[in-house]
């Protein structure tokens, strides 16, 4: 199985538009960073995790043919506003996108594209085949099996996914006692940290390594990264042994 990643930054990406910061301005490509998502392949299959706003260039960059199925971590903009490129893959399918996400996420893709939901939709809108999820409940797709893991994002519910010994969680600040015993064993972790400083929603680089020492996975990856990280080469100098900042297109 294996797992690519498509994006590594943050809701603004990286370089934001209008900085000229070192990271902003740096010409090494592992420092321009997409909308945070994951492409999960197995046997032919691909499965996303998130489709935001650079959706069409993640999959044009990956060279991905065929996508099977799109799994949503939560409903912020930079997760799913991306959905309607998934049309190319609907039309060349001939079917319905299968789309993962708890019912409260489901919601609020039906709101930002009611036109996809309509009675008589607009020829050409995408079609979804909406699969509600919950923390509770393992669900496999295109023969991958997932195990959700919720976090917290401040006080907002968020999915994270165990994948065998793989596991991927984004916009984590916090994680419940029961919900950190489902990665018991993993042998990769991939886990957001911000940049240096607190933040309300997200976990820092410092409360990022506290988690990965109590999980102890072989190998873990840092994504969903600022501009405020500092330079990738620079920056993973620091980083303790088995720990790494991920960067657009790393495949694990």
Sequence with gaps: MNFTFLGTGTSQGVPIIGCDCEVCTSNDPRDHRLRCSLL??????????DAGPDFRQQMLRAGVRRLDAVVLTHEHNDHIIGLDDVRPFIFMQNEPMPLYATDSVIKEVKQ??????????????????????????????????????????????VLGFRIGDFAYLTDMKTISPSEKSKLSGIKTLVVNALHLSQHHSHMNLEEALTFIEEVRPEQAWLTHISHSMGLHAERSKLLPKGVGLAWDGLAV
């Design 40 to 49: 999960v392949s197995h046997e032919g299959r691909n499965v996303a995790i």
């Design 112 to 157: 930002r594209f009611s036109y996809a939901f309509e009675e008589n939709p607009y020829p050409g809108a995408p079609q979804f085949e909406l699969r509600p999820i919950s923390k509770e409940e393992p669900f496999e797709v295109a023969g991958i099996p997932f195990q959700p893991i919720e976090v917290l994002h401040g006080s907002l519910p």
